[in-house]
């Protein structure tokens, strides 16, 4: 009897293992970087961990000369490098016997007509029911040829049959609105809706899921978690490396588009939600949208939306280049590679409160945090004096590397004085739990395959998410006619001046993570 039939088993109960069924994961673009740092690590830890089917294939596609062995090695130091858990040579040996690589350009008939073929062959040899994930890891400008591939083969089509085609798109999705409402309209013509998975691997990150426990799985936070108590929020994503050998994606893209548009505003959409009336993707996306739509920009968007870009400078001891004279970077390049805003949600709970979101490379530490800046109290029964140390209280979601929610209050420094300082009580991921939580792309790739979309941004998100920023780019645009906007920012330290202006302009500062 499985357990959907199960009478005693409520089948929202997620805490026992659920193990897909057969069925064979393309990854188109397997050769790049984010299938070797990420999407092979994640698909060896699932068969580590005994999650995956038998008569599961992973197939791989991508414009390299490479055979089965050549594939194998290289997809075994993959895993052995980024996996996880464990590497146990028994574990890879079974997922490669079941690995098979496709060479071919993505507008190569013959090349699609053979991986249309092998599905159908590997369903009668390996079973994989004729169920299958086409993941596109690949540049947003390749997804029409390959869709239009999928559509032509007739490989993306399961109505005459019991078994379900699922995609995966990378983002960014689109680069503006009217280009992502073009992809979504291409993927639709092709799957249904329901298929589509679009990827932002933040909501894959524990932290993140644990947000929603934190809001509504207790009565504390609720209650206050709204503009009569709340005086900002504070949303930081900083990273200390630098675009390394991205040019020929970052050029071009920014950090609006890369992170603001997806990672920060879903962030945000998650900080500011009300509850859902239960964890299915319907209701969880339904209230995100609700947030995304109601975001304004503020009026003096100018002043209001930064943009920077790194110059050489030290980091952890080391001298790195500035963003001008990384690799493939054209002279007087104005792409930004930090940004902040500030954005205000026009609800009833959110009225007043703006949300500063930044992002940037080359900062000094990679941390990512949500910080909720409580208002201060009303009245202080104190002297001045005795409570010249005391801050705002803040609750801080550390979504990374150093997991956990910190929240910062006033307590009695000992002595025989009344005096009032900042401390901070800590709850860390790393002493709460033995387990270690899986990687973002591990529980991202396990609910395409289970066909559970609810940590995937739906298309009305996507739209959204770009009516917010393609006013910011516009802004920018036309600054660069005008020779103004970008700041240049030295590598190591927390973005351009004009950020900490925008704050103090708010008579504001910014946390220091
Ligand atoms: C990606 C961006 O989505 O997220 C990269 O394209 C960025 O520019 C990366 O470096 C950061 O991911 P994480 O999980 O390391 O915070």
Same mark, same amino acid.
């Given at each position: 009897?499985?357990?959907?039939?199960?009478?005693?088993?409520?089948?929202?109960?997620?805490?026992?293992?659920?193990?897909? @069924?057969?069925?064979?994961? +393309?990854?188109?673009?397997?050769?790049?970087?984010?299938? =070797?740092?990420?999407?092979? &690590?994640a698909?060896?830890?699932?068969?580590? =961990?005994?999650?995956?089917? &038998?008569?599961?294939? #992973?197939?791989?596609?991508?414009?390299?000369?490479?055979?089965?062995?050549?594939?194998?090695?290289?997809?075994?130091? %993959?895993?052995?490098?980024?996996?996880?858990?464990?590497?146990?040579?028994?574990?890879?040996?079974?997922?490669?016997?079941?690995?098979?690589?496709? !060479?071919?350009?993505?507008?190569?008939?013959?090349?699609?007509?053979?991986?249309?073929q092998?599905?159908?062959? #590997?369903?009668?040899?390996?079973?994989?029911?004729?169920?299958?994930?086409?993941?596109?890891?690949?540049?947003?400008?390749?997804? !029409?040829?390959?869709?239009?591939q999928?559509?032509?083969?007739?490989?993306a089509?399961?109505?005459? $049959?019991?078994?379900?085609?699922?995609?995966?798109?990378?983002?960014?999705?689109?680069?503006?609105?009217?280009?992502?409402?073009?992809?979504?309209k291409?993927?639709?013509?092709?799957?249904?809706?329901?298929?589509?998975?679009?990827?932002?691997?933040?909501?894959?990150?524990?932290? +993140?899921?644990?947000?929603?426990?934190?809001?509504?799985?207790?009565?504390?936070? *609720?209650?206050?978690?709204?503009?009569?108590?709340?005086?900002?929020?504070?949303? $930081?994503?900083?990273?200390?490396?630098?675009i390394?050998?991205?040019?020929?994606?970052?050029e071009?893209t920014? %950090?609006?588009?890369?992170?603001?548009?997806?990672?920060?505003?879903?962030? #945000?959409?998650?900080?500011?939600?009300?509850?859902?009336?239960?964890?299915? %993707?319907?209701?969880?996306?339904?209230?995100?949208?609700?947030?995304?739509?109601?975001?304004?920009?503020?009026? @003096?968007?100018?002043?209001?939306a930064?943009?920077?870009?790194?110059?050489?400078?030290?980091?952890?001891? *080391?001298? +790195?280049?500035?963003?001008? %004279?990384?690799?493939?970077?054209?002279?007087?390049? $104005?792409?930004?590679?930090?940004?902040?805003?500030?954005?205000?949600v026009? $609800?009833?709970?959110?009225a007043?409160?703006?949300?500063?979101?930044?992002?940037?490379?080359?900062?000094?530490?990679?941390?990512?945090?949500?910080?909720?800046?409580?208002?201060?109290?009303?009245?202080?029964?104190?002297?001045?004096?005795?409570?010249?140390?005391?801050?705002?209280?803040?609750?801080?979601?550390?979504?990374?590397?150093?997991?956990?929610?910190?929240?910062?209050?006033?307590?009695?420094?000992?002595?025989?004085?009344?005096?009032v300082?900042?401390?901070?009580?800590?709850?860390?991921?790393? @002493?709460?739990?033995?387990?270690?939580?899986?990687?973002?792309?591990?529980?991202?790739?396990?609910?395409?395959?289970?066909?559970?979309?609810?940590?995937?941004?739906?298309?009305?998100?996507?739209?959204?998410?770009?009516?917010?920023?393609?006013?910011?780019?516009?802004?920018?645009?036309?600054?660069?006619? *005008?020779?103004?906007?970008?700041?240049?920012?030295?590598?190591?330290?927390?973005?351009?001046?004009?950020?900490?202006?925008?704050?103090?302009?708010?008579?504001?500062?910014? =946390?220091?993570?």
């Open positions: 009897m499985s357990s959907s039939q199960n009478p005693l088993r409520d089948p929202r109960d997620r805490r026992l293992p659920r193990v897909p @069924e057969p069925c064979a994961l +393309v990854v188109f673009g397997v050769t790049g970087d984010l299938a =070797r740092k990420k999407l092979i &690590p698909v060896y830890d699932l068969a580590n =961990r005994g999650l995956l089917p &038998p008569g599961f294939v #992973l197939l791989g596609f991508a414009r390299r000369d490479w055979g089965d062995g050549d594939f194998e090695q290289i997809a075994k130091e %993959a895993a052995k490098k980024g996996a996880r858990t464990e590497f146990r040579e028994e574990v890879w040996q079974r997922l490669a016997e079941a690995t098979k690589f496709l !060479p071919g350009s993505f507008d190569d008939d013959a090349a699609f007509d053979t991986l249309h092998t599905l159908l062959d #590997l369903d009668a040899s390996h079973g994989t029911g004729g169920n299958a994930a086409f993941y596109l890891s690949i540049p947003p400008n390749a997804f !029409p040829t390959v869709l239009k999928m559509e032509r083969t007739g490989m089509d399961n109505h005459a $049959t019991q078994s379900w085609r699922r995609v995966v798109v990378e983002k960014p999705f689109g680069h503006d609105l009217t280009s992502a409402i073009e992809l979504n291409l993927v639709d013509d092709v799957f249904s809706a329901k298929d589509v998975f679009r990827i932002d691997h933040y909501l894959g990150k524990e932290t +993140v899921q644990n947000l929603m426990a934190l809001r509504f799985a207790n009565e504390l936070f *609720e209650p206050i978690w709204n503009s009569h108590h709340i005086d900002s929020v504070q949303i $930081t994503m900083a990273e200390d490396v630098g390394g050998t991205r040019a020929g994606f970052y071009g920014g %950090a609006a588009r890369d992170v603001l548009q997806n990672h920060l505003l879903q962030l #945000l959409a998650l900080t500011a939600m009300d509850e859902p009336v239960n964890f299915d %993707a319907d209701s969880l996306r339904t209230e995100k949208r609700k947030v995304l739509g109601a975001i304004k920009l503020p009026k @003096e968007l100018a002043s209001y930064v943009r920077g870009q790194y110059d050489q400078g030290w980091l952890a001891g *080391e001298r +790195v280049k500035g963003f001008l %004279a990384e690799q493939d970077i054209p002279a007087g390049s $104005t792409t930004e590679t930090y940004a902040a805003v500030r954005l205000d026009d $609800t009833r709970r959110w007043g409160v703006p949300f500063y979101l930044r992002t940037g490379k080359r900062l000094p530490r990679r941390v990512t945090e949500i910080g909720i800046i409580f208002k201060k109290a009303p009245f202080l029964p104190f002297s001045k004096s005795d409570t010249e140390e005391l801050g705002s209280n803040q609750l801080v979601v550390r979504v990374q590397p150093d997991e956990g929610v910190t929240l910062r209050f006033g307590s009695k420094v000992p002595g025989t004085t009344m005096e300082r900042d401390v901070s009580m800590d709850f860390s991921y790393g @002493e709460a739990f033995t387990e270690n939580s899986p990687e973002a792309y591990e529980r991202l790739l396990l609910d395409v395959l289970l066909g559970d979309a609810s940590l995937f941004p739906q298309n009305e998100e996507v739209e959204e998410s770009w009516r917010v920023v393609d006013p910011i780019e516009e802004l920018w645009r036309q600054q660069d006619g *005008e020779a103004a906007g970008l700041a240049l920012y030295r590598a190591g330290e927390w973005g351009p001046k004009a950020a900490d202006e925008m704050l103090a302009r708010d008579g504001r500062t910014w =946390r220091r993570p």
